[in-house]
Each structure stands twice: as C-alpha cells, then as structure tokens.
C-alpha cells in the first residue's frame, strides 16, 4: 500500500522535429516511479489526460502532491484528485528569488554582501512559517527597502499569494519541501533519451 504523497513534475524533451514532454510521478520514499507518460503539451486538458491513464492504475488515494508552481498541472491535480493537498517545492521559489537577487544587484549595484542577507531574510521566512497567517504576517515584517523594489516585490506578492502551498508540509507530513526525487528522476530520463538519440 502506498502513502498516497506523490512528487510530480513534467519536462521539457528535446527531440528530432519533435516538441514533446515527459510527466512523472514518484514516491519520495521508496523512488518508485508510479506514472510515466509522454504527452504533446503541457496546458490543463493533456495534463488532465495524462493523469486519468494514472488514476487507472492505481487502487490507493491520492492525499498530497509536491510539485512545482506549473500552474496548468496544479488545475489538472485539483479537477481529479478530490481534496487533494498540494504543496509546491521551496527550491523552486528559492531559485527564482535568487535570479531576481541577481537581476536586482545588476541594476542598483548592491554589494554580494547586501544579496547575500536579502536571500538568507527570504529563505529564513519561507522555511520556518507553519501557516498560511504566519507567512503572510513575516513577509509584511520585512522592513529592508529593498524588499519594496519592482524585481523583489514580484516574488514578495508571488510568495504571499502561493502561501497555503508552501506551508502545507506543515498540516501533512507526507508533503515534502522539495521535489528533488520527481527532479532527478526527470534528469535520468532526459540522458536516456539523449543516448538513444546519439
């Protein structure tokens, strides 16, 4: 029997005159791989397609999904797994925060020092709020100016809005911060089909 919390993620394939993409869904604990597919787009419509074949197959609810913030995939989960709790992974709002760091140094000319402690604020509010209220109250707390510019308030108001996504892992314990095994898996079939095409 499995836990019912899954990882999913779809990609990108580079392929010969061919534009398709992978999606996946992997058991973060036991990295068995509960749904393979290749489908032609990744919009709301192919991905609800891709997740009916999955729900198919499998005789265990599904309670939780870590994903990415694909907005298209989130749609898709809701419309077919009732009450479904879905968490979206902290490493992919800690990378684009850390893109928009850059673009913001690259503009005002903010020392490495400055980016360093504007990150460390933001990644020290996303990991220790348990709730939806508490995140959204630190991230009003934040008094640095910087905070305010155009490039860092997107992913602010981005933040605030996603907030009941990224503090679910709090209310279930089967949600995990991170899609780091859905990811990696995605790497290895992305060399696979790379080899077969050489």
Known sequence: ???GYLQEDEGFEKEPQLRTYSVFMVDPNTLLVWHADYVDHVDEE??????????????FKIIGVTKDKWEASTKAL??????????FCHRHCLNKFRQALLEYQKETECSKKQRDRLYKKFKEILETSTSQICLQVKI???????????LLQKRLVELQKNAPH???LHKRKGITKTTSMVDNFLKLAKRKLTMAES
């Open 1 to 3: 029997m499995n836990s």
């Open 46 to 59: 192919s991905l609800c397609g891709s997740f009916e074949k999955f729900l198919k197959r499998v005789t």
């Open 78 to 87: 809701k419309a077919l797994f009732k009450n479904i709790w879905i968490g």
């Open 140 to 150: 009003k707390s934040l008094d640095d100016p910087a905070f305010h510019h155009p």
């Open 166 to 168: 990224y503090t679910c």
